[in-house]
């Protein structure tokens, strides 16, 4: 079967590099650097261990930061560190800059990882969430690479997914040598798959780990007073927003700003497309629909503003910071939702449409504590907006909820970094 996957793969390469084309007319970082997605770059030469962490973009990478800081400070090893997307790629030369070797992931070809894996030599392979390759785990096990997948996590779409490619997925399965997963639902989904029940360790989720440092903080506060006329206006946040998602939230914001409440109608909107191509698209639906806009990137913000654009690569944390209440995005359309934790850490109050296939066991989490609304629509949305608006104990209420859950389950990180170092020490 994986003979058969290679050479699909060979013959759809052309169409993909055309896909590559397609997206570099939005965004033109994606006809750059190809080279180095088949395995042409300049060899590493050190004499650490190397560890290669794949993160496949910015919220792998971001969810990845603090194991990525804690494995920085072993001297003994040489991370490398690579991203599927240009945005990816931004943000891990913006955030680590020299002190970590990057490139773009190989391509799933056997070619291409052979002359990766010639140049750079890893001693341990990990991977985050769910971007697992059947030629890369192959290509690793057959030169005695360990590979370990970090902070796993399958939702029962994926399972059924990968299910219907069985004589694929359980040899590739196979080649894993550990997989720390986030719980015990997904790990026995893994498990189903054809993954040995004695390479899983559950730890729990890394995002959780996240530190929110002084800097943030004032940062933060900062941005908030801005927003908020020093206190005199509620911030509404809607993060990592989709196509068809930003109609329904403005709609929704809309009838907010045209309730009875005096707080409803004076509230902030910080809008946060997922994609960075999208943002010029999104900010003249902003201005289409009659809103007062202005961008994050251009610091204009004034008293007259209603909504925020947020069209900065990396400001999410802080955007979240200057807010009172949370929407996360890809949930009213059927995406599966984003990262609540980062707004949870916060103390926020949630928000979330119904599509969280993605994040379940965090949605359970929170849902069950009191911190997490669900709606479906433009008016429920703005419904539950007006409500958190309207009351002060219940905004305080479900936010110490979200808070404290993201307080309960920190750990994960923790117990990761023990069986890295395990690996590491038999490397």
């Not at 709609?251 to 902030?268: E, H, I, K, P, T």
């Not at 296939?357 to 433009?378: I, P, Y």
């Amino acid at each position: 079967m994986r003979v058969l996957y290679t050479s699909i793969f060979y013959l759809l390469l052309p169409f993909i590099l055309l896909r590559l084309l397609w997206r570099s007319i939005a965004a033109p970082a994606y006809a750059k650097r190809w080279a180095e997605r088949f395995g042409f770059f300049s060899a590493l030469t050190t004499h650490k261990k190397v560890v290669w962490l794949h993160t496949v973009s910015v919220g792998e990478f971001l969810a990845a930061l603090p194991l990525i800081r804690r494995l920085q400070a072993d001297e003994s090893v040489q991370l490398v560190i690579t991203t599927t997307t240009p945005t990816g790629s931004e943000r891990v030369r913006a955030t680590l800059g020299d002190s970590v070797v990057h490139v773009y992931a190989p391509y799933d070809l056997p070619d291409a990882l052979a002359r990766f894996l010639m140049r750079v030599k890893p001693s341990l392979y990990l991977v985050m969430e769910t971007e697992l390759w059947p030629n890369t785990l192959a290509a690793c096990a057959k030169r005695n690479i360990p590979a370990m997948l970090v902070n796993g996590r399958l939702s029962e779409k994926s399972a059924r997914g990968y299910a219907r490619f069985g004589a694929l997925t359980k040899p590739m399965l196979q080649h894993l040598s550990c997989a720390a997963i986030q719980n015990s639902t997904d790990a026995a989904r893994f498990v189903a798959l054809g993954l040995s029940e004695d390479k899983v360790i559950v730890t729990g989720n890394i995002k959780f780990d996240l530190n929110l440092g002084d800097d943030l903080r004032v940062q933060a506060t900062t941005l908030k007073n801005q927003l908020s006329n020093n206190g005199q206006r509620l911030v509404l946040i809607a993060a990592s927003t989709h196509q068809g998602e930003d109609e329904l939230i403005l709609d929704a914001f809309a009838l907010v700003r045209a309730s009875s409440s005096d707080l409803a109608r004076s509230a902030v909107l910080v809008l946060v497309p997922r994609h960075p191509e999208r943002f010029e698209r999104v900010g003249q639906l902003c201005v289409s629909r009659g809103f007062n806009v202005a961008l994050r990137s251009e610091h204009s913000w004034d008293s007259t503003n209603n909504i925020l654009l947020g069209n900065t690569m990396g400001e999410l944390m802080l955007m979240f910071g200057a807010s009172d209440i949370a929407f996360v995005g890809g949930s009213l359309v059927p995406n599966g939702g984003h990262n609540f934790i980062e707004p949870a850490a916060w103390g926020l109050p949630l928000v979330s449409g119904e599509h969280l296939f993605n994040f379940a066991e965090v949605a359970r989490l929170l849902t069950d504590a009191g911190a997490l609304m669900k709606v479906s629509s433009a008016q429920t949305l703005a419904e539950a907006f007006v409500r958190l608006l309207e009351n002060d104990s219940l905004r305080m209420e479900k936010g110490a909820a979200a808070l404290q859950v993201a307080l309960d389950n920190r750990g994960a990180l923790d117990k990761t970094l023990v069986v890295i170092a395990d690996h590491l020490r038999t490397s």
